[in-house]
């Protein structure tokens, strides 16, 4: 394995911003991986493990560490009755996992569909969409724990994955990913019941949607939704979305009755923040010099030019305050800044 030196990381990240890595290498397999972890730990360096950069801002100055790119590959299938076990490497890519696995006709990550990255970042963030979490059918992710120096099956019930969090995030740079293990069903049921999707399928007029039109709707919505990643430069959603106590959500509802909330449990309710970006804020489709939000979405932040890790935070900490002043709210990035 070659390690490099001072490789730019806007290359390797969707926002196309980054600054350069003191140090940058592709581990290809489980021996590169501990190759290059030893190498950071003699030269006293942190590491870091990069994806498919999806869900990253990386800061001007670069990272002082190395780099550790994941690119190790291989898919498994293994049928037990109605269950089909699919282990998939951390390097391969979410998607086209997701396209594969509704070609055999595998229910369970349909709705996940067109997320970018790759399978090991999935569930650091217990990636979600349309009302699925990767949580739902994961049985266990394969680790190498860095802090005990062994390799680990970790259960689902270990992983203390919620809402975009999980045991990794948790604890960052304890865990490396190595491969999940998910559970799909031969015969399953169908998850079609948000709202985007139950207005695609009424529009169409189709009534009991198969899973590849579940895919293929998941698919088009996004694509109306979001941006291009081949043609912007973005992570997504900038922010999470806001769980609040009922008397907040009810405060936030008499100020803005238009504001559609979802009731996550008989205390708490999840705010919609693209709506307060939208609505109470004015944030939809902003620009100003090379930064602002997309056009479709106040949550995804957009690099229209050649910005700045700092341009970028800038912009988010205007959203962050305008949120607070008129809402009292506070909100967090979905983004992990690195530095
Ligand atoms: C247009 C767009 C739409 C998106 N839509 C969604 C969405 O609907 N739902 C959603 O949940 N997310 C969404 N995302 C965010 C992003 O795609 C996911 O978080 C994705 O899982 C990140 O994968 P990645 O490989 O690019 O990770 P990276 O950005 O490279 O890394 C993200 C984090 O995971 C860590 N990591 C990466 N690989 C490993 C590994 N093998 N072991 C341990 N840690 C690792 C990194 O160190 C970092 O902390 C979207 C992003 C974009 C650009």
């Known amino acids: 394995m070659t390690i490099q030196e001072k490789i730019l990381l806007n290359q390797y990240t969707t926002f196309r911003i980054g600054g350069p890595a003191r140090f940058f290498c592709v581990a290809q397999n489980e021996d590169d991986l501990i190759e290059a ?86 569930p650091v963030q217990n990636i979600g969409a349309y009302g699925s979490e990767i949580k739902d059918v994961i049985e266990s992710v394969y680790v190498l724990d860095v802090l005990k120096d062994e390799y680990k099956t970790l259960k689902n019930s270990d992983c203390k994955f919620a809402y975009r969090t999980s045991l990794f995030k948790e604890e960052p740079g304890r865990y490396v990913v190595l491969s999940t293990t998910c559970i799909l069903k031969k015969k399953g049921g169908l998850n079609i019941g948000y709202k985007d999707v139950q207005e695609y399928f009424s529009f169409k007029k189709i009534k009991e949607p198969t899973l590849k039109q579940v895919r293929d709707a998941v698919v088009e919505i996004r694509t109306r939704k979001l941006p291009d990643i081949r043609e912007y430069g973005t992570a997504g959603s900038f922010f999470k979305n806001v769980i609040v106590s009922q008397t907040k959500a009810q405060e936030l509802i008499a100020k803005y009755p238009e504001m559609i909330v979802h009731a996550v449990n ?45 341009e970028i935070t800038d912009l988010a900490q205007k959203m962050v305050d305008t949120v607070y002043e008129k809402t009292g709210i506070e909100i967090f990035p979905e983004v992990e800044y690195v530095q």
Request: aromatic share 10%.
């Open 37 to 122: 972890i030893g190498f950071s730990k003699k030269k006293k360096i942190p590491f870091f493990i990069l994806g498919g950069g999806s869900n990253i801002l990386v800061s001007d100055v670069g990272f002082p560490g190395i780099v550790i790119k994941m690119e190790m590959k291989g898919v498994t299938y293994a049928e037990d009755g109605n269950d089909v076990r699919v282990t998939a490497a951390a390097g391969e890519n979410w998607d086209s996992l997701v396209q594969a696995t509704v070609d055999r006709g595998l229910f369970g990550f349909e709705n996940l569909s067109l997320i970018p990255g790759t399978v090991g970042a999935a």
């Open 266 to 310: 008989d205390k708490k309710v999840k705010i919609p923040l693209a709506w307060i970006l939208d609505h109470a804020c004015g944030f939809r489709g902003v620009k100003k010099g090379n930064v602002g939000t997309y056009k479709n979405q106040a949550l995804v932040l957009i690099n229209y030019g050649n910005a700045t890790a700092q």
